[in-house]
């Protein structure tokens, strides 16, 4: 794949820690990144965090619903024995080990709450203290469904996510390189991040990310898209991975 997106232009949305492997990933292929972060990851307190832990009951299940919320919100969490950890995909199920927790619930493909819920892990949670961690708002329906099979629920915010407020001269150097034709590719990873974007992009920008080819793993953004952006060429990546990611808009692969 050496040289395979040479000449491409990729606007990257992510948050600039998480995405340093993308961009690592997509320059080592010959991509052209441009980095405009749309929302922004801000950690909540650790001690916040812990007395919000140690508040709640003690737990049987815990699910981290992303690796953030295993960044900013696992350090608080001290499993007994009998206690399950649920990632809610590989990425996840990753940071988890690097963590050093042992995870006895993933997905064995997709990474949303649809296919947690497909788990046979979850399926009989009758009766059991449920703890899912995320960041200060998210889709409620792992929690909907949980509870709907006699589960007991609770969330743990560990991070909030914010629209991102861009440097002016970095929107005004983005915005010439789109208009001269240089952005071939955006990616977009969440319905946030997608929300995001539009609400801190420029009004001359709007018209170019509508003929602009949109990459992002997530059905959802896909849908959110269509009826935010009508008529936007959209591209679904097999995963959140890089390598997925990368693999989805080399030319071998359209």
């Known amino acids: 794949m050496n040289g395979a ?3 491409t232009g990729i606007l990257v949305t992510r948050p600039s820690k998480q995405g340093i492997e993308l961009t690592q990933a997509l320059e080592a292929v010959g991509g052209k990144v441009f980095q405009l972060p749309a929302i922004e990851i801000i950690p909540r307190d650790p001690d916040a965090v812990t007395a919000a832990v140690a508040a709640l009951p003690v737990p049987d299940l815990v699910i981290f619903v992303s690796r953030n919320a295993v960044t900013y919100g696992a350090a608080a969490i001290k499993p007994g024995a009998a206690t399950k950890i649920a990632a809610i995909g590989r990425a996840t199920r990753s940071a988890l080990r690097d963590a050093g927790f042992s995870v006895h619930i993933c997905p064995t493909k997709g990474f949303d709450s649809e296919h947690l819920l497909e788990h046979a892990g979850l399926r009989n949670v009758m009766g059991k203290q449920v703890l ?10 792992l929690a909907d469904v949980l509870r709907q099979r006699g589960a007991t629920v609770n969330h ?47 009004a001359e920008c709007h018209p170019l990310l509508r003929k602009t080819r949109l990459l992002t793993p997530s059905k959802r953004v896909i849908q959110t898209a269509a009826e935010s952006l009508p008529g936007v060429h959209t591209i679904l990546a097999d995963s959140p991975q890089a390598e997925s990611l990368v693999s989805a808009i ?5």
């Open 132 to 141: 899912i961690v995320r960041g200060n708002q998210g889709r409620e329906l």
């Open 5 to 7: 997106l040479t000449g």
């Open 156 to 202: 743990l915010a560990a991070y909030e996510r914010a629209t991102a407020t861009p440097d002016e001269r970095q929107l005004t150097r983005l915005t010439e390189a789109w208009q001269n034709g240089a952005v071939d590719v955006v990616v977009v990873m969440s319905v946030d991040s997608l929300t995001g974007l539009l609400s801190i992009l420029p």
């Open 250 to 254: 080399t030319p071998r692969s359209r």
